[in-house]
């Protein structure tokens, strides 16, 4: 029996906080690459380009930062 689990992140640039209202990116539906085991798109309220990539045990996530020394995951 598989048992799959989701494990959720955000990319995020500025202050770290776990508030909701902070913790969301809006963005656009045409910026969107998608193909079967992979999904791409510029999170908008923070220009993250965010790749992500599947198989059937593994996903892979790639974030693209704008220039800062503030990033995080």
Known sequence: ?????????MP?????????????SGFNPTNEV???GYYSVVLEDNQVQTDITTTD???????????TKESHV
């Open 1 to 9: 029996m598989r048992v799959f689990s989701v494990l959720g992140v």
């Open 12 to 24: 995020r640039v500025g202050e770290v906080s776990a508030d909701p209202e902070i913790y969301r």
């Open 34 to 36: 998608t193909a079967p």
């Open 57 to 67: 045990n593994v996903a892979l996530y790639r974030f693209t930062f704008p220039e």
